[in-house]
């Protein structure tokens, strides 16, 4: 079956980079997708890759794709206040709908001053 | 602006009550969902709807119950068979087809029974 996993808790200093790790088990995933969700809101898509790819940058994200062990990361160079939030991950073996995703239960990044 | 509304951002039920959570999107989306979180938890899927006057349980459909009477609206209702009904609700939508995928979430409904 389908399983998303993500540490619960991540701590970093202002300014560093925040690394958030995901690993999944379905082979046939076709999109992978990092959510932000900020306290009392709902989920705001940051940033998706398709299976085929390695990585991909945004700005200040980075995503890194090892389909051979299956892991998935999030790169945030320069964490700043604002990023703090739960950070989830998910999968989609459809690719055509969100009932075809699967989320983790969020990484909680935490910026220290 | 494009987007995607749920109401009301808070709401209290008494026990044995019904109640319906709005959520309504102006993005042309044909399919919308609904999710359910808990604290430490990720997102369970209720149900979901694909197109206007069809739809389909999820994961944790027992005790809720949804229409989807026009492509823009899906309420869900919340009955007094969901025995533990306190939660934050998400309500979510995505184009149809081949896309990404992804899905664009409203604010969130919390619900608490008093």
């Known amino acids: 079956g389908e399983d998303v996993e993500q540490s619960l808790f991540l701590s970093v200093r202002e300014g560093d980079s925040s690394v958030i790790n995901c690993t999944y088990t379905?082979?046939?995933?076709?999109?992978l997708y990092w959510y932000k969700q900020e306290p009392g809101a709902g989920l705001q898509l940051l940033t998706y890759?398709?299976?085929?790819?390695d990585m991909k940058q945004d700005q200040r994200l980075t995503v890194l794709l090892n389909k051979k062990d299956k892991h998935l990361s999030l790169r945030i160079a320069d964490t700043q206040t604002g990023d703090s939030a739960i950070y989830f991950c998910?999968?989609?073996?459809?690719?055509?709908?969100?009932?075809?995703?699967?989320f983790g239960k969020g990484t909680h990044l935490i910026i220290q001053p | 602006d494009g987007g995607i509304t749920q109401s009301p951002k808070y709401l209290f039920r008494k026990e044995g009550q019904n109640v319906t959570l709005s959520c309504e999107q102006n993005?042309?989306?044909?399919?919308m969902y609904w999710y359910r979180q808990d604290p430490g938890q990720g997102l369970r899927l209720i149900y979901y709807?694909?197109?206007?006057?069809?739809?389909q349980k999820g994961d944790i459909a027992e005790g809720y119950s949804v229409s989807r009477e026009k492509k823009e609206s899906f309420p869900l209702t919340v009955t007094s068979a969901q025995k533990n009904p306190t939660a934050f609700y998400l309500c979510?939508?995505?184009?149809?087809?081949?896309?990404?995928?992804?899905?664009?979430f409203g604010q969130g409904t919390r619900l608490t029974v008093v």
């Open positions: 379905d082979s046939s995933s076709t999109y």
């Open positions: 993005l042309n989306h044909d399919a």
């Open positions: 890759i398709f299976s085929n790819m």
């Open positions: 998910a999968e989609s073996i459809v690719g055509g709908g969100a009932d075809g995703l699967t």
């Open positions: 979510a939508s995505s184009p149809s087809g081949q896309g990404a995928g992804e899905a664009f």
């Open positions: 709807s694909q197109i206007v006057n069809d739809f």
